[in-house]
């Protein structure tokens, strides 16, 4: 029953700041055990997961993106964002946020998906 929807500005510039939004429903995003990340998908390229936020708060970013990443959540709204700074035209990409959870005892999966939003990065 949970949906997941981004919303982003379509077109950033080069140096900028990208900031997306996914808005939650059919359930919240402090429920247990679940994870709320973010995965992204450059054109003719794989998914490439780029952070997380846990249903408690903590947060975890891939290695290659940690230093530009910050994902953070609004619980009153339902919400988590993500915030990648210092744009180039290689950030370019659909953004999709997804729903994490244990499939069973050995396998971790993300299992509800948004409709992704296209990010361009360019002057």
């Known amino acids: 029953q949970v949906q997941l929807q981004e919303s982003g500005p379509g077109l950033v510039k080069p140096s900028q700041t990208l900031s997306l939004t996914c808005t939650v429903s059919g359930g919240s995003i402090t429920s247990t055990y679940y994870s709320w990340n973010w995965i992204r998908q450059p054109p003719g390229k794989g998914l490439e997961w780029i952070g997380t936020i846990a249903y408690g708060g903590d947060t975890y970013y891939s290695p290659s993106l940690k230093s530009r990443t910050s994902i953070s959540r609004d619980t009153s709204k339902n919400q988590f964002t993500l915030q990648l700074s210092s744009v180039t035209p290689e950030d370019t990409a659909v953004y999709y946020c997804?729903?994490?959870?244990?499939?069973?005892?050995?396998?971790?999966?993300?299992?509800?998906w948004g409709q992704g939003t296209r990010i361009t990065v360019s002057s």
């Open positions: 997804a729903r994490g959870g244990a499939l069973n005892y050995y396998t971790y999966a993300f299992g509800r």
